[in-house]
């Protein structure tokens, strides 16, 4: 299973919007409408923040969205907020229910 | 509500054992399969392993597979992690994780175990 690809950091100031790419393979994120982000901070546990490329789970704000064309997915975070500072993570379903994570993108909010 | 609570970590020599407990509540476990995945010391996440619920189907990331062994135990609500032939590689922490019902995500995760293979 190959790492899904995500930049390494995004920035962006309190109430602008930015968008993290998440680029794999026909083989996993063109292939399956099953991409989920991860939202992690410093010590903690990874909580998912959207699953099945665009549905929030009950509490996540709805600043938060996801979407997906092609090989690429992203999620957007709107209205940022200090307490979006953090790491967030795209994964996708692979192929004989393996899973692949991307590397990883560090949300800094300045 | 959901919880998963991960036990076994520690240090442990290159080339031996170790086996990972989680144990859950909160959630009817043996309907649901489990995930391990973890996270070397400043790195990313990386997708372990899956069990399904009847603890029959067992799915490992490349990485592992022949070394890592993802058991059940529904009588006792635990999911069991056996990494053999541990490498320096191996370091990390583990994370526990439900999986969301369907097989395609982790989605209530464990506080993590660390796992240190050193010399």
């Known amino acids: ?110 | 509500q959901v919880q998963v609570v991960e036990s076994g970590g520690g240090v442990v020599q290159p080339g031996r054992s170790l086996r990972l407990s989680c144990e859950a509540s909160g959630f009817t476990f043996s309907n649901y399969g489990m995930h391990w995945v973890r996270q070397a010391p400043g790195k990313g996440l990386e997708w372990v392993a899956v069990i399904w619920y009847d603890g029959i189907n067992k799915y490992y990331a490349d990485s592992v597979k022949g070394r890592f062994t993802i058991s059940r135990d529904n009588s006792k609500n635990t999911v069991y992690l056996l990494l053999d032939s541990l490498r320096a590689e191996d370091t990390a922490i583990y994370y526990c994780a439900r999986d969301s019902g369907n097989y395609r995500r982790p989605d209530r995760w464990g506080q993590g175990i660390l796992v240190t293979v050193s010399s």
Not at chain 1, 15 to 31: E, K, L, Y
Request: with cysteine.
């Open chain 1, 1 to 110: 299973q190959s790492a899904l690809t995500q930049p390494r950091s995004v920035t962006g100031s309190p109430g602008q919007s930015v968008t993290i790419s998440c680029t794999g393979a026909n083989s996993d994120v063109g292939g399956y409408k099953y991409v989920s982000w991860y939202q992690q901070h410093p010590g903690k546990a990874p909580k998912v923040i959207i699953y099945d490329v665009s549905q929030r789970p009950s509490g996540v704000p709805n600043r938060f969205s996801g979407s997906k064309s092609g090989n690429t997915a992203s999620l957007t975070i709107s209205g940022l907020q200090a307490e979006d500072e953090a790491d967030y993570y795209c994964c996708s379903f692979v192929a004989a229910y393996t899973l692949a994570f991307g590397g990883g993108t560090k949300l800094t909010v300045l």
